[in-house]
């Protein structure tokens, strides 16, 4: 993993070995049938590739086809500028922003272990499907 300033941007690349791994920690493949997590971006989006090796940016929560942007990731992660007590840890929204959280630096910010915001992610985007789902039709209820 390689991690740090790239820009204005914070960047977390996983290397070739931590993919398959950082993918199912974040459950992308009932998420993004078909993509890999690269990485993170700035800690709010994550870096993916679908399986024609396009690379997208998407917003850690919601995650969803909807929201894929094109990202060109750097590609030389020797380039990325360390900020050792940041290493390791990504700022996390107590209350994401997509749910009214405040974006902003104070108490709405904590700071979480890798394993922690992939449990994290994982819940909040089964919340965000859980109430984005509305059946229209009696067919459509289960």
């Known amino acids: 993993m390689a991690e740090g300033w790239c820009g204005d941007e914070y960047l977390i690349l996983f290397d070739a070995a931590e993919v398959a791994s950082a993918s199912d920690r974040y459950g992308i493949s009932q998420l993004l049938p078909g993509y890999q997590v690269l990485g993170l971006r700035g800690w709010d989006d994550f870096m993916v590739r679908d399986s024609q090796g396009r690379t997208y940016s998407v917003p850690t929560i919601p995650v969803s086809q909807q929201y894929l942007s094109p ?16 290493v390791g840890k990504i700022k996390w929204y107590v209350q994401p922003v997509v749910f009214g959280g405040d974006p902003k630096l104070g108490k709405n910010v904590v700071w979480l272990t890798h394993e922690q915001h992939g ?5 909040w985007n089964e919340k965000y499907r859980a109430l984005a789902w509305k059946p229209t039709t009696p067919a459509d209820s289960p």
């Open 71 to 86: 990202y060109e990731i750097p590609a030389a992660s020797s380039s990325l500028t360390k900020d050792e007590p940041l």
């Open 119 to 123: 449990e994290i992610v994982r819940w």
